[in-house]
């Protein structure tokens, strides 16, 4: 299980995606412990491709569900089902399509900032378009992120 | 120059001071020179009991002359033998001792209201606390480097991965 490791295949791989959910939070100053890796995918058919490899190679299934049921990890599960919570090898990833409150890979592109960890460089959301995602989920997990995140927004603003 | 100067200056109140902007649809400078001609204003507004319009029209042409005459003969119309002298030499000198009021005297710039933005992340940042979490250490978490707080949570994962591993 390594972030690291996650965030570093995707990059080897050239995948095109944005880090959306908890790590991002993480990346933000918040305190909460994530432990799995949100993506914001481009769809495009030769990224969705390199995504397909690279998950295919980690063993990925969906996350939860009781080992040894069929699943095929190819480009058309991703047209099918463009949300996909996943176990792999590297530890738990989420892939979506599209990011609820901010849009698609693009928009999520648009609203976020390049950081840099692990010796690779990679897209976050920024704070304001994680705050737009996660009252836009309107989930209780998401909305109990929110005061944390809200003051985050007023203490970077200080500063 | 503050409010509160400016009307100290003028040798009025903040509220006509005020008002008179208002009415004569000027936006007011808080400089000297607004506070000479407002001054004037004043002056024949009540002194003489001019209306606002008139007393703002007159005090244009009176501080609009070239030079610095001692006095001023204005709002005679040709066709008018009537006319306003006023005797810039001792409005000038009366207002300078306003002004000079008005800078010593006429404190400083009150703090005023809190923007809206200060007051929203005031909001952000009690509701967080009720909410329960922990400012100071959101504070501390933020004088670290993104690189360092990703570090770290991917050290709390492994760790949290391999308890779930052994337990």
């Known amino acids: 299980m390594s972030f690291a490791s996650i965030l570093g295949g995707l990059n080897d791989r050239d995948i095109k995606f944005v880090v959306v959910g908890g790590l991002a939070a993480t990346a933000h100053g918040s305190r909460r412990v994530a432990d799995d890796v949100d993506i914001c995918y481009d769809v495009g058919a030769a990224n969705v491709e390199r995504l397909v490899d690279l998950l295919s190679m980690w063993n990925a299934y969906p996350r939860g569900i009781e080992k040894g049921l069929r699943f095929v990890m190819d480009a058309r599960q991703f047209r099918i089902t463009p949300l996909m919570t996943l176990t792999t090898d590297e530890g738990f990833i989420h892939v979506l399509d599209k990011v609820p409150g901010v849009g698609s890979y693009d928009d999520c592109r648009r609203r976020s900032m390049q950081v840099e960890a692990f010796d690779i460089r990679f897209r976050v959301l920024d704070l304001r378009a994680l705050i737009d995602a996660k009252r836009a989920t309107g989930r209780s997990k998401d909305i109990d992120l929110l005061p944390e995140l809200e003051a985050l927004l007023a203490l970077e603003a200080d500063r | ?167």
């Open chain 2, 1 to 167: 120059m503050t409010r509160s100067q400016l009307a100290i200056a003028v040798m009025a109140d903040e509220k006509w001071v005020e008002n008179t902007a208002r009415l004569l649809n000027r936006r007011l400078r808080y400089t000297v020179e607004e506070s000479m001609w407002l001054g004037l204003v004043r002056m024949l507004n009540q002194d003489l009991k001019l209306a606002l319009a008139v007393a703002a029209t007159l005090a244009d042409e009176a501080l609009g002359l070239e030079g610095e005459p001692a006095e001023a003969v204005v709002g005679g119309q040709d066709k008018s033998s009537a006319a306003v002298v006023i005797d810039l030499e001792r409005f000038r000198s009366t207002h300078a001792g306003a002004l000079s009021t008005a800078l010593t005297l006429g404190g400083a710039r009150r703090a005023g209201r809190r923007s809206a933005q200060s007051k929203r992340k005031s909001a952000a940042l009690a509701k967080a606390e009720r909410y329960g979490v922990d400012i100071d250490l959101l504070r501390e978490g933020l004088k670290l480097s993104v690189a360092e707080r990703l570090k770290r949570a991917d050290e709390n994962a492994a760790f949290i991965a391999n308890m779930r591993k052994h337990k």
